[in-house]
């Protein structure tokens, strides 16, 4: 029998080789071993941001979103602190005003009640302020009551406390005196004033302070510790008047 000689592949019409099959649909087989790699899928905004949160990472707006809130609360609490500041403090002459003063007081008393420290309360009123009110104006009489602050703040030290109670009534808070040497002390802050001599215009203007001592107790309040001051005060007014016949408000 006669063999068929197998058949040559066909070539192109070209004469270029065979010609191209149909090309196959099947996809590689995995190679053993391959890592096999998913195609990376794009999340929409929130989810995204879910993703970030969920692997402890915050999405870069919200990090800024929370840095511009901690600026704004930063602002707010100073603001807080500024407004708290002024609600306590003498618009005219920069000290602490009644309740900025006995707030402090209060603390203090706490903290004598608590650790037994020592402490005094002078209560002091401007003398012979009406007259300069009467002939010059409530601004003369301002003019006054700052160099009288200002006196007064030359002679008591960091730690203590002044403050004023209303017109030209004030009050120090000193820290760690005795009582006689807290009256030594007031003596010297009427001695102070007495001696001032307060430029207004062409005019010098004369004024005085009396002071009244409270020592401070663990079992006192405010209010008591204030009358006390308050008290002793007045009765000190009354030995200045009978000591001497008061100068004029007006020195020349």
């Known amino acids: 029998m006669k063999k068929t ?16 099959g149909p090309v196959s ?12 790699v998913l195609p990376t899928k794009v999340l929409p905004g929130k989810a995204m941001a879910r993703a970030q949160v969920g692997s402890g990472r915050l999405p870069t707006d919200a990090q ?9 609360l930063a602002a707010a609490l100073a ?29 203090a008393l706490a903290y004598i009640k608590r650790y037994g420290a020592g402490g005094a309360l002078v209560v002091l009123d401007v003398d012979r ?11 003369a009489g301002d003019v006054v009551l700052k160099a009288v602050v200002d006196a007064l703040l030359r002679h008591v030290r960091s730690s203590d406390l002044i403050g004023r109670l209303g017109g030209d009534e004030f009050a120090l808070l000193l820290w760690n005196l005795g009582e006689a040497d807290a009256r030594i002390k007031a003596a010297a802050l ?24 409270a020592m401070l107790t663990a079992d006192m309040d405010v209010a008591e510790a204030l009358a006390i001051a ?5 009765a000190r ?5 009978a000591a001497a016949v008061p100068p004029d408000a007006l020195r020349r």
């Open 5 to 20: 000689p197998p058949r040559s592949p066909k070539t192109s019409r070209s004469g270029r080789g065979p010609s191209a």
């Open 79 to 107: 603001q807080i602190d500024e407004l708290r500041a002024s609600a306590d403090t003498d618009f005219l002459l920069g000290i602490s005003n009644r309740r900025g003063f006995e707030r402090e007081l209060a603390r």
């Open 25 to 36: 649909a099947k996809r590689p087989r995995a190679v053993a071993g391959a890592t096999k």
């Open 230 to 234: 308050d008290q002793a005060m007045y």
């Open 190 to 213: 009427e001695l102070a004033v007495d001696h001032l001599a307060i430029q207004y215009g062409a005019h010098t203007l004369a004024a005085g302070v009396s002071a009244g001592v």
């Open 129 to 139: 302020l009406k007259p300069v009110n009467d002939t010059y104006g409530h601004a």
């Open 237 to 241: 007014k009354a030995e200045r008047r």
């Open 64 to 72: 800024a979103k929370i840095r511009r809130l901690k600026a704004q």
